[in-house]
């Protein structure tokens, strides 16, 4: 099936059918999110969370060209004014996204969006960057991955975690998005001592996150920076009035070290299952206006609420970006 897509969607960029789906697809906002710019160095491996890497530096690059030749690029500022003032709705409309704060956003994908003069929002952990300290999902994987066991045994279960790291890491975080918070606040603790691997220290944890003055310069470039929440716990969670905490305690400490005020809002992890019947009545309380989850799809203009905008991960290569562009379902 992976095989089929990665045909189909070659043939669907080399043929040229995308020129007549991007005239059928004028009325949509795509947005795309990415978290984290591989370098082109073929050697290189991390000793965090492999999941949330996407493209490479070059293929990236080629990504922009082709969005920014064939799509219209929207600023955070024109969505406001589409959605809020009843400016015309731009065609063929994306957006772009990253989230999570890693360094390499600025290092790697700042320099190629700046160089084509390309808006993007960045959606900001606020207590990750300030207290310098690694989301969970890749405290997670570090602890496994760096662990010398050959199996670990966790709340009464076994895990092989030499030969199916992966496993036992997609268990260990689905853990964190779907327990009550309260649950599993020493989780990380007890899965240190059975792998036997001391937490990242802050060198390694400086190498991977973006500073206060990166995003301070990422801002003065004309980036938009959204909240992701202070701790980037899932919010479904987490009670209403702790979900307002962390929203409130994000939206003010980046307003405050921006001097801009903060619009938008990406929800942690974000499908449906991550957020609740409170969160998108709790962003708007908190002074939102713009508000992203994580389900996959194509935003109609006419049908979008402001708080519950599709986004869509951005595949590695350019011909499945273009895939996934006009079929988001199936290429993702
Ligand atoms: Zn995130």
């Known amino acids: 099936m992976k095989g089929k897509k990665q045909a189909l969607s070659r043939l669907m960029y080399v043929s040229g059918l995308w020129v007549f789906l991007n005239y059928l697809s004028r009325g949509n906002l795509a947005v ?12 290189f491996r991390t000793a965090f969370d492999d999941a949330v890497f996407g493209p490479n530096r070059s293929e990236f690059k080629r990504q922009l060209i082709w969005l920014k030749r064939n799509t219209h690029l929207v600023t955070e500022a024109e ?5 809020y003032e009843g400016k015309a709705m731009p065609r063929n409309a994306v957006l772009i996204t990253f ?55 966790f709340r009464g279960r076994n895990f092989d975690i030499e030969s199916h790291p992966r496993e036992a890491i997609r268990f260990f975080q689905e853990i964190m998005k ?21 937490m990242p220290g802050i060198e390694e944890i400086n190498s991977e ?40 305690k994000s939206k003010r400490i980046l307003e405050e070290t921006i001097g801009k005020k903060v619009n938008s809002i990406a929800y942690p992890v974000g499908n ?31 049908k979008i609420t402001p708080l519950d905008i599709r986004r869509t991960s ?19």
């Open 272 to 302: 449906y299952a991550h957020i609740d019947l409170h969160t998108h009545k709790v962003a708007k309380e908190c002074g939102f206006r713009l508000g992203f989850s994580f389900n996959t799809g194509i935003n109609r203009w006419e």
């Open 32 to 43: 795309f999110n990415y978290h984290r710019i591989r370098p082109d160095s073929l050697e």
């Open 178 to 198: 779907s327990e009550k918070a309260g649950s599993t606040e020493c989780m990380l603790e007890e899965l240190s001592q059975v792998c036997e691997v001391e």
């Open 314 to 332: 951005a595949p590695n290569t350019l011909h499945r970006l273009v895939a996934t562009y006009f079929f988001p379902k199936i290429f993702t």
């Open 79 to 83: 969505l406001l004014e589409v959605l």
């Open 99 to 153: 989230d999570d704060g890693y360094r390499d956003n600025f290092d790697l994908a700042f320099p190629l969006l700046k160089e084509l003069n390309i808006p993007a929002i960045f959606f900001i952990p606020t207590l990750l960057i300030d207290e310098r300290q690694l989301g969970w999902w890749d405290t997670i994987a570090y602890l496994v991955k760096k662990s010398k066991k050959s199996s670990i045994r």
């Open 209 to 248: 996150l973006m500073t206060w003055d990166n995003l301070r310069e990422l801002a003065s470039h004309g980036m938009a920076l959204g909240t992701h929440t202070h701790s980037h716990r899932v919010l479904s969670t987490l009670e209403p009035n702790e979900q307002k905490e962390e929203m409130i």
